[in-house]
């Protein structure tokens, strides 16, 4: 059993900054890659950020520059930081890690609940 929590969630004004976390737990044999994906109301979950187990990083387009990805391999634990944050980036954030539960097993992928970020005056 996997299992991912997230952190870090709240109410923020614009322009301000949050900073999200995400421990995974459980029977861990490896981690690949880890992520952050949200959701919006009324739409799709989609990509934010994607960390490799090296460390590589990938972006959307609409958060480069502004949030930072990284993550911590010997407490599991993947963050995203949210600067200069917009109310478009009001949504629900969930984290996402691939993990391998044993040498002989595929990696899977595993979801946290999620963490609600809302960016308002």
């Known amino acids: 059993q996997v299992q991912l929590v997230e952190s870090g969630g709240g109410l923020v004004q614009p322009g301000g900054s949050l900073r999200l976390s995400c421990v995974v737990s459980?029977?861990?044999?490896?981690?690949?890659?880890m992520g952050w994906y949200r959701q919006a109301p009324g739409k799709e979950r989609d990509l934010v950020a994607t960390?490799?187990?090296?460390?590589?990083?990938n972006y959307a387009d609409s958060v480069k520059g502004r949030f930072t990805i990284s993550r911590d391999n010997a407490k599991n634990t993947v963050y995203l930081q949210m600067n200069s944050l917009k109310p478009e980036d009001t949504a629900v954030y969930y984290c996402?890690?691939?993990?391998?539960?044993?040498?002989?097993?595929?990696?899977?992928?595993?979801w946290g609940e999620g963490t609600l970020v809302t960016v308002s005056s």
């Open positions: 996402n890690a691939e993990v391998a539960v044993s040498k002989w097993a595929y990696a899977q992928d595993y």
């Open positions: 960390i490799t187990s090296g460390g590589s990083t």
């Open positions: 459980g029977s861990i044999f490896s981690i690949n890659g």
